[in-house]
């Protein structure tokens, strides 16, 4: 049995534990998924111990995402875009750092909600570390538009140089900066990735960005609606939550880990009916 953990501080509600024990049961693999609460000044020595008990990989969570960069020999190329990484494989020569949140998002919004991100005109709230994560993600599924607003608007500028050579690789349109270059025409996709949802606050954004069309995702999630979402519902929006992009990272952490991908569908009506 193969010992697994995620990290972070606080730890105690960590779902992360319930998926991959889920993924284990479903794949047959023979995993033990722990959580590790590490002290605020004590995330390298948390870890070093882990490894030294025969620890083979670990989910890593706030507020540990940009140590677990720095201390990371070697990163995917989702990481070292993101500058952070959530998820850590120890290998016989070093540690490798990943990154599956981005793609755990891409893959909820196109497998789980079918809405294509190819072609589609997207706008990303927010530029911090969850933001910055999931911009490579979305313009490597193709040609798209993708605006990026941030309250902060030098911050959003930042990513829209940052990523202006892989846009051009991709044939995706980038802009962005202010809350005031949205566009007061119905985007396909608005994703929320700014952290508003934890204080209840709605993201500055034009009323008219939202339609019938238009999908509004969350990346947070609970029991109840976020008020993002609520508003975006109330302008007529599809809206969805961020509960699949966990289920949807963890599976593609357990495939860097493992080589062997997790069905996710059973797993998510699950966490869904324990969130009440
Ligand atoms: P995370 O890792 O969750 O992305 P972060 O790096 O601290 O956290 O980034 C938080 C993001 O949420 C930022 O884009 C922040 O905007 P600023 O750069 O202007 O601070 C955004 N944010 C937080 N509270 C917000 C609010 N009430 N309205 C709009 N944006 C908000």
Redo the contacts with the bound molecule.
């Keep these: 049995t193969d010992l697994y953990a995620v990290i972070g501080n606080p730890i105690a509600h960590s779902k992360s534990p319930v998926i991959h024990t889920r993924f284990a049961e479903q794949t047959g693999e023979r995993i033990e998924y722990r959580r590790l609460l590490a002290p605020v000044d004590g995330f390298a020595d948390t870890v070093r111990a882990f490894v030294a008990a025969g620890g083979r990989g670990l989910n890593v969570t706030?507020p540990f995402?940009l140590e677990a960069y720095a201390l990371a020999d070697r990163l995917s190329p989702r990481a070292s875009a993101a500058g952070?990484v959530n998820t850590l494989r120890f290998d016989a020569d070093g540690i490798y750092g990943d990154n599956t949140d981005g793609v755990g998002l891409v893959g909820d919004i196109e497998t789980n909600l079918r809405v294509e991100l190819n072609g589609a005109r997207v706008l990303l709230?927010?530029?911090?570390?969850?933001?910055?994560?999931a911009v490579l993600p979305v313009l490597e599924r193709g040609p798209c538009a993708l605006t990026i607003v941030?309250?902060?608007a030098e911050?959003?500028q930042t990513l829209v140089e940052q990523f202006a050579q892989a846009a051009r690789e991709a044939g995706c349109a980038l802009s962005g900066g202010a809350?005031s270059t949205i566009e007061p025409i119905p985007y396909d996709v608005i994703v929320n990735?700014?952290?508003?949802s934890?204080?209840a606050?709605?993201?500055?954004c034009d009323e008219r960005a939202f339609g019938p069309g238009t999908l509004a995702y969350d990346?947070m999630y609970g029991a109840q609606p976020t008020v993002f979402m609520r508003h975006a519902q109330a302008l007529g929006a599809r809206i969805s939550d961020g509960l699949g992009m966990l289920v949807e990272q963890a599976a593609e952490s357990f495939w860097v880990w493992r080589g062997v991908r997790p069905a996710s569908a059973q797993v998510l009506a699950e966490l869904r009916s324990m969130l009440g």
């Design positions: 706030v995402k952070a709230l927010g530029a911090g570390g969850a933001a910055r994560g941030n309250r902060t911050k959003a809350p990735a700014t952290a508003g934890l204080t606050e709605v993201p500055e990346m």
